[in-house]
């Protein structure tokens, strides 16, 4: 179960581009489920692959994701998700 505090303002990451897609997909495909009970910040990235809407939320050392849906499971970035993913925002 995965509680999140606050009700800050969320950016929303907008994938024009395939190139774009293709490191969201992979962060996706490519991310660990993480076990038990986590308490964190209100996400500050929202983004959408087809029709599911992800949370993210990008540290310098961590990166994690949640479907909207499913507000009951987070995922752990690979690093080399991460990095892109970071890239990605840093030049938007």
């Given at each position: 179960?995965?509680?999140?505090?606050?009700?800050?303002?969320?950016?929303?990451?907008?994938?024009?581009?395939?190139?774009?897609?293709?490191?969201?997909?992979?962060?996706?495909?490519?991310?660990?489920?993480?076990?038990?009970?986590?308490?964190?910040?209100?996400?500050?990235?929202?983004?959408?692959?087809?029709?599911?809407?992800?949370?993210?939320?990008?540290?310098?050392?961590t990166?994690?994701?949640?479907?909207?849906?499913?507000?009951?499971?987070?995922?752990?970035?690979?690093?080399?998700?991460?990095?892109?993913?970071?890239?990605?925002?840093?030049?938007?």
């Amino acid at each position: 179960m995965v509680k999140i505090n606050s009700q800050a303002k969320m950016e929303n990451i907008e994938l024009n581009e395939a190139i774009e897609v293709a490191i969201f997909v992979k962060a996706v495909k490519d991310s660990t489920k993480e076990q038990g009970i986590s308490a964190i910040e209100y996400p500050k990235y929202i983004f959408k692959l087809d029709e599911e809407e992800w949370f993210l939320w990008a540290t310098e050392d961590t990166g994690r994701i949640m479907n909207v849906k499913d507000t009951y499971t987070i995922y752990l970035l690979s690093d080399s998700s991460l990095k892109e993913i970071k890239e990605f925002i840093n030049k938007n």
